[in-house]
């Protein structure tokens, strides 16, 4: 039982984390089966490629540079509108194991889930941030995002319950966000336009 949901506590950590930044979500699972961080299921061995690795890292460096820059950010997360949550569901599916077609498709469907929801928050959030003047915002967002990617995915790997719960809380903050957001897009189109 314990270990069913630690095994669920790190597909939400890792399916989290990819929809924020996919390739420094599989590098760490790379180089965690790789270098043995941690005592990881059989099926966590499909990342300790070195062509998945040294793919996952190459596409991070790019990445890395990409989310730096106002505008190209929003044009790098709107190309992997696609990609981020389709990873999020493979992650989810390929950590999982051997497991019916029916809990595959659950799981996959969870996965992409959350990756698409921490892809449209961190998509959404930088689209709000480029239209301040200054870049300086843009590179401590995409810092932040950096480091708690990295972080998420350690504590999913050392402490799987520990992120599962910093999963649901973000979450939980999503949606209070996404509330929010849209009583003030209505609150700005019920208001009279003056002449």
């Known amino acids: 039982m314990l270990e069913a949901l630690a095994g669920l506590g790190r597909t939400l950590g890792f399916s989290f984390a990819a929809g924020i930044n996919l390739y420094a979500t599989v590098a760490i699972l790379g180089l965690a089966s790789r270098y043995g961080w941690v005592a990881l299921p059989e099926q966590y061995r ?34 992997h509108t696609v990609i981020r949550p389709l990873g ?25 889930t959350l990756a698409a929801g921490s892809h449209f928050t961190k998509a959404g959030t930088r689209a709000v941030a480029n239209t301040s003047p200054e870049p300086f915002s843009n590179w401590l967002l995409s810092l932040g995002e950096d480091v708690f990617v990295v972080a ?12 599962a719960a910093i999963v649901l809380v973000a979450v939980v903050l999503m949606a209070i966000f996404a ?17």
């Not at 509330?179 to 002449?195: C, D, K």
């Open 179 to 195: 509330t929010w957001i849209v009583r003030a897009v209505r609150r700005r189109w019920r208001r009279p336009v003056t002449a």
């Open 88 to 112: 999020g569901a493979l992650i989810a599916i390929t950590t999982l194991g051997e497991a019916s077609p029916a809990t595959e498709t659950l799981v996959g469907l969870l996965g992409g």
């Open 46 to 79: 499909v990342f300790d490629n070195d062509l998945i690795i040294a793919a996952a890292i190459a596409m991070y460096a790019i990445e890395f540079f990409a989310d730096k820059i106002p505008w190209v950010d929003s044009v790098w997360d709107a190309v």
């Open 152 to 163: 998420l995915g350690f504590l999913a790997l050392k402490h799987p319950l520990a992120a």
